[in-house]
């Protein structure tokens, strides 16, 4: 596997945190057991974390206001996988890549694969994009994809979807994953059930199309590009979908796509009751989409989700395997460094979830002791697990201190000098 950053480089990083990490760690690892955990099978399950970075988050995003492009973004999908190398290599959390088409088509897919492979990176779902019209393109989605009241626009959007999925399976991808800005922005723009039958319609189609081992995504959004009415703006929405179109469809959660103050963990709960949870897109908000770095504004709340993940986990076993993925728009800070923050904080949650002790809780809710139901999650929300996914990361060939090995090693500016800035290079939206 060729390494992006100098292995050497990230080893002598290591050394200078060493004494510190251990001592932190031996710490940590009596306190929790005095709570009958023992901090070496947390470390090993915290080793097995993975969530997939966006392909579209390794440059600068932009709001409809202006996009400040940063230093050597990255102006291809090769290049932009050489950027989530270098995510894996320093947190060894992100293994898989997603990508988004066309933004990321490649001209010759075997060529990709064979260079994330070199790469040491896989790939999780991949993403369609029928919310902007390409170039040359012969139909206009500004009223619409697969909901669009031109039939010709619908199978224009369709064929898009399959040839996603060709991409996919030809790149070892075993998932789609369809999100739409279709919706209304005005009373009486569209019919509201019509436009989901048409949906439905234009779904069942891609579904038709799916190899037997993928899944097809939906990810509901509540508004915008659509102000007034999105098709399918809600988890009810897209569980209906999901369960209309068969078993091999499922719900994805984006955790900015809800109005503000919405229970997103009791989503995940309901989602995974009725086996249709397919996956995530993590990142964090204050208002809206906001697509800020996970865990930046309400860490408690990816906390809460992971807890129902982790209870689901319990009941499911094994079979109960929702994709994990990243999807963040940077405009302030570096990519790398956002993504690689972000896989950590979700791998935190991920942790603090395992620390819930799940026999106390359920004795303590069939007790009614409400207080200290409340004070058994908090007391896991509240333990720096910190120690622990640095040991992970060191154990498992990565950096102590991802950030600080990130900028040690100079990989911007390398990357500056040899990509200079290309107009329109960068796709990153926020999706
Ligand atoms: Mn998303």
């Known amino acids: 596997m060729k390494s992006v950053i100098d292995a050497g480089l990230v080893q002598d990083q290591n050394a200078k945190l060493d004494a510190n990490l251990q001592a932190d760690y031996d710490a940590l690892g009596g306190v929790l057991s005095r709570r009958g955990v023992d901090i070496d099978k947390l470390t090993a399950l915290a080793q097995t974390f993975a969530v ?18 940063g230093r050597g973004e990255p102006r291809n999908v090769f290049e932009k996988m050489e950027d989530c ?5 320093l947190t060894r959390a ?23 492979e070199e790469l040491g990176l896989g790939f999780d779902a991949v993403n369609s994009n029928t919310f902007q019209d390409q170039v040359g393109q012969e139909h206009t989605y500004k009223y619409g ?21 060709e991409l996919g399976q030809a790149l070892g991808s075993k998932a789609l994953t369809v999100w739409v800005g279709d919706g ?28 037997d081992d993928w899944n097809i995504f939906i990810e509901h959004k509540l508004f915008e590009p659509a102000f007034y009415a999105t098709t399918i703006a809600d ?17 994805l959660v984006d955790l900015g796509h809800h109005a503000p103050n919405t229970n997103i963990e009791m989503i995940v709960a309901r989602l995974a009751q009725f086996g249709k949870l397919g996956g995530f897109h993590f990142n964090d908000s204050k208002y809206g ?33 929702p994709a994990y993925m990243l999807d963040q728009s940077h405009n302030v800070t570096d990519p790398i460094e956002s993504l690689m923050s972000s896989a950590v904080e979700v791998q935190r949650a991920f942790v603090q979830s395992a620390l819930v002790d799940r026999a106390e809780l359920a004795s ?15 007391r896991a929300f509240r333990t720096d697990v910190g120690p622990i996914l640095a040991m992970a990361r060191v154990r498992s060939g990565g950096a102590a201190d991802p950030v600080a090995a990130y900028r040690a090693s100079g990989y911007r500016d390398r990357v500056a000098s040899v990509r200079p800035a290309k107009a329109g290079a960068s796709s990153s939206g926020i999706v």
């Not at 190398?85 to 290599?89: G, K, L, S, Y």
């Not at 293994?95 to 064979?114: I, N, T, Y």
């Not at 922005?185 to 949906?199: T, V």
């Not at 002791?369 to 058994?376: F, G, I, S």
Request: glycine share 6%; proline share 6%.
């Open 85 to 89: 190398a270098v995510i894996n290599q």
């Open 52 to 69: 997939a970075v966006p392909s579209w988050g390794a440059g600068t995003g932009g709001t409809r206001f202006a996009r400040f492009p």
């Open 289 to 321: 989409d906001d697509d800020l770095d996970s865990g930046s504004i309400n860490p408690f709340q990816l906390f809460l989700v992971f807890n129902e993940l982790a209870d689901a986990a319990l009941r499911e076993g094994a079979a109960f395997k």
């Open 184 to 211: 209304a922005n005005f009373p009486g723009q569209s019919n509201l059930r019509g436009a989901l039958e048409r949906y439905l319609d234009s779904m069942r189609s891609i579904y038709a199309a799916l190899p």
């Open 145 to 165: 994809s697969l909901t669009s009241m031109n039939a010709a626009a619908r199978a224009q959007a369709v064929a898009h979807n399959i040839e996603c999925i």
């Open 364 to 378: 303590l809710q069939e007790q009614n002791d409400v207080l200290q139901a409340a004070q058994c999650l908090k």
């Open 235 to 251: 988890w009810g929405t897209s569980f209906a979908c999901a369960t209309t179109l068969g078993p091999k469809a499922k719900c």
């Open 94 to 116: 992100t293994p898989a890549v997603s990508l988004h088409f066309p933004w990321d088509k490649p001209s010759d897919v075997q060529e990709l694969r064979g260079s994330a």
